[in-house]
């Protein structure tokens, strides 16, 4: 049974910094492509980020040069590091793996977190 936990969301202020954290349990996490999605109020959920086994990274236009994902395969994490936050990166967001060697699409991913929200307001 596949388990996603994420953390690390929260309120902070316009060019303040997070990083959310994704520990994933009962999968070969080093198998795995895995992804950190978003959803905005009133909008789709959109990737914000992947990587793939081989640690290639994938970023929307929008958090180019400002978020950056990694993973630790010994902790079975991913984490996503969120700088120059703006109020428009307001949003809940998930965390997703996929058994396959990346993920674009919502429908490639197999699993998902529960999400977690930020909020950037001062």
């Known amino acids: 049974q596949v388990q996603v936990v994420e953390s690390g969301g929260g309120l902070v202020q316009p060019g303040g910094s997070l990083r959310l954290s994704c520990a994933v349990s009962g999968v070969i996490f080093s198998r795995n492509a895995m992804g950190w999605y978003r959803q905005r109020p009133g909008k789709q959920r959109e990737l914000v980020a992947s990587?793939?086994?081989?640690?290639?990274?994938y970023y929307a236009d929008s958090v180019k040069g400002r978020f950056t994902i990694s993973s630790d395969n010994a902790k079975n994490t991913v984490y996503l590091q969120m700088n120059k936050l703006k109020p428009d990166d307001t949003a809940v967001y998930y965390c997703?793996?996929?058994?396959?060697?990346?993920?674009?699409?919502?429908?490639?991913?197999?699993?998902w977190g529960q999400g977690t929200q930020v909020t950037v307001s001062s």
């Open positions: 990587i793939t086994r081989d640690g290639s990274t």
């Open positions: 997703a793996g996929t058994y396959g060697t990346w993920g674009k699409y919502i429908s490639d991913y197999d699993y």
